[in-house]
């Protein structure tokens, strides 16, 4: 997917752009190394977490399942910059449940491309109700933007929450709150 | 200094190199925004902290002035992503000390452009030396590379640490021990 030979030529450009001298040693490698990198850190463009979701296993107990402080990185579509944190996903289930590792790899399917925060948190909630059709879901994603503290408002340390709540979740206050009390727990 | 026209030309090169639909509404402002953001994260290439550190007044206690914990953000140049972290300053006036801010715009000064943690702890000395001819002087960097953490070898937390001493630091250990004893404390 990714068209390396274009990725170098853009680099190429930029660093030209910005007044430096792209044949300096330090340099020489970096058009080849971000083609390199930008197959890992956008290689979730144009696929879905549905594949890995899918393996699943029949359960007879229907309880919450959370699986919390998955490390996440992902690139904000608006600058190109790192936004990074935490990712914390439940659901409860309908009779099936999926890998745990299957909820991390969602998170990164979701966040190896150009995104915003707000979405990344609504993907990862409707691939785990395409998949799943859980009885309720909660995902919560807390991140510092890398566009926040190192330019512009320049704010180091704040932080952005969002959450998606859906079915039992979304009806019943006190399932949120404790989710709440068990990521912070 | 910055030519925003080939930046925004690039910005859109690699967006379509990486498979992206560069007409979308989340990205349509993308290229713009990244040129506008190179004048900040990059408007250091080119210049010299001197004139900042020339700022000077006379002093007769010439015992180490230490500016610890100043937060700085770079590029790591070999992968146009962030590292950051503090540095902590430390020289031995000879007669004259600058101003404080000035040491922290000194490390904005070489943060600002594409760098390797090496050579700015280097840049920063070097600055500091031709400037206030000091009797010592000791500069620490702590940082976090992004592209230690989400790429790659995939490291978070991972922490890179670099020192650079010059006349009474580098000859007495005990002087090298303050300074570590004194960020610390
Ligand atoms: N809701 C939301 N906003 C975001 C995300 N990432 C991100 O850069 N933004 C915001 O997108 C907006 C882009 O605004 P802008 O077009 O004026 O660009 P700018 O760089 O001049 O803005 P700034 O200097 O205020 O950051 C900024 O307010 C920035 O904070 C995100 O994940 N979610
Ligand atoms: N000494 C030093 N090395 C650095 C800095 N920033 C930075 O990316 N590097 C290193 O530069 C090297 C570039 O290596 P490479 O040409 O094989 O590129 P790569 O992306 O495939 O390497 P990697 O996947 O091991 O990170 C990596 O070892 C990377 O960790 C820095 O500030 N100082």
Redesign the interface.
């Known amino acids: 997917?990714?068209?390396?030979?274009?990725?170098e030529?853009?680099?190429r450009?930029?660093?030209?752009?910005?007044?430096?001298d792209i044949t300096r040693e330090?340099?020489i490698?970096?058009p080849d190394?971000?083609?390199r990198?930008?197959e890992?850190?956008?290689g979730g463009?144009?696929h879905e977490a549905d594949q890995h979701l899918l393996k699943q296993f029949p359960v007879e107990n229907n309880e919450i399942v959370l699986e919390k402080d998955i490390?996440f990185?992902s690139m904000c579509?608006?600058?190109?910059?790192?936004f990074?944190g935490k990712a914390h996903l439940a659901y409860i289930p309908n009779g099936k449940v999926t890998g745990l590792s299957k909820l991390a790899r969602t998170v990164e399917v979701y966040s190896r491309?150009?995104q915003?925060q707000e979405r990344l948190t609504v993907q990862i909630a409707d691939a785990l109700e395409r998949t799943l059709d859980p009885k309720g879901i909660m995902v919560m994603l807390e991140a510092e933007h890398?566009?926040m503290?190192?330019?512009?408002i320049k704010k180091?340390g704040s932080k952005t929450i969002t959450t998606v709540t859906r079915g039992a979740f979304t009806e019943d206050k006190e399932l949120q709150k404790m989710f709440l009390s068990m990521v912070k727990g």
């Open positions: 997917m990714v068209d390396k030979v274009k990725i030529q853009a680099v450009l930029l660093l030209e752009g910005i007044g430096e330090g340099l490698d970096t190394r971000i083609a990198m930008c890992e850190i956008y463009l144009g490390t990185y579509e608006h600058h190109l910059m790192p990074y491309r150009p915003i890398t566009c503290t190192m330019r512009g180091p």
